[in-house]
């Protein structure tokens, strides 16, 4: 893991830049007059080994996913109250 250090002010000033950083899988350390106060790290796990060599001499793409899988999305119906509405119709149909 690449840990980069950027000032506080620095942050402020070039957010894109440290954005980009993140974004292709390096930690960026903030400091305040010195001192590590916060780390802003990827989302995504960094890519290690064989992969990683293929993606840095261009032969490979490191995967993208903007959206979260399907199956991490959690429940579509929180609140379930679509799963009442089925019960309810249900005992309807039983009388």
């Not at 290690?48 to 979260?68: C, F, H, K, S, Y």
């Amino acid at each position: 893991m690449t840990v980069e250090a950027a000032a506080v002010s620095y942050l402020n000033q070039h957010t894109r830049a440290v954005l980009e950083l993140v974004r292709k899988g390096r930690t960026v350390e903030i400091t305040e007059r010195g001192t590590p106060i916060a780390r802003i790290v990827p989302i995504r796990p960094a890519l290690t080994g064989v992969a990683a060599r293929l993606v840095a001499e261009g032969r490979a793409q490191a995967p993208q996913r903007d959206r979260p899988l399907p199956w991490a999305a959690g429940p579509v119906d929180p609140t379930g109250a679509g799963g009442r509405t089925v019960s309810e119709l249900r005992e309807d149909e039983r009388y």
